[in-house]
């Protein structure tokens, strides 16, 4: 069995897995808002939207609006309903967290197929997808996947005698 990151799309259906919680949606006709998912500027990550920290969405609303983001943020901010005198008095009075709560779907509007890195908790590594963990540590010890299953082999006899191992500490 394949198991497959990200987006996957065949035909009108779509599949979505987050790539933080590993929750799922797939079905026919829709897209990754219909299923309350985002989609990082690099489009390398997918993943569900309440994983954005509401606070770093103040935060980067302060940056767009006291001049220190790029032009092309700023123009896409321009695309919030809201005029922009009040995105600015509201980023002067409010803290981040207020901010945020009040602009968060505003901003999902405009960049919810290209959250930029300043809100994405992968490319902020507040959250490290699992996979890539593993490819870290795979590295980091100069070690491949088919050494670890074959040591894991070696030193178990069953499933739950790996478990067992595991898991002896955490209990």
């Not at 954005?52 to 943020?73: H, P, Q, R, T, Y």
């Not at 803290?95 to 300043?118: A, N, V």
């Not at 992968?122 to 959250?127: A, C, K, R, V």
């Not at 088919?146 to 499933?159: A, Q, R």
Request: glycine residues 4%; proline residues 2%; hydrophobic residues 30%.
């Amino acid at each position: 069995m394949k198991i497959r990151q990200s987006f996957v799309s065949n035909s009108s259906s779509s599949s979505f897995v987050c790539e933080i919680c590993g929750h799922s949606d797939s079905g026919w006709d829709f897209n990754i808002k219909d299923v309350g998912m985002v989609q990082s500027l690099e489009g390398e990550s997918v993943y569900c939207e309440e994983h954005i920290n509401v606070e770093d969405v103040g935060k980067f609303i302060k940056c767009v609006v006291s001049g220190n983001a790029s032009n092309d943020l700023s123009c896409k901010m321009m695309q919030i309903e809201h005029n922009f005198e009040e995105l600015e008095k509201d980023s002067e009075s409010m803290s981040d967290h207020d901010l945020g709560e009040k602009y968060f779907e505003d901003i999902l509007d405009i960049f919810r197929f290209e959250i930029p890195q300043e809100l994405c908790p992968i490319s902020n590594l507040q959250e490290i997808p699992d996979h890539t963990i593993l490819h870290y540590l795979l590295m980091k010890t100069n070690t491949t996947i088919s050494d670890v299953i074959n040591e894991i082999k070696d030193k178990f006899t069953s499933y739950s005698k790996l478990n067992e191992y595991i898991f002896r500490d955490k209990e």
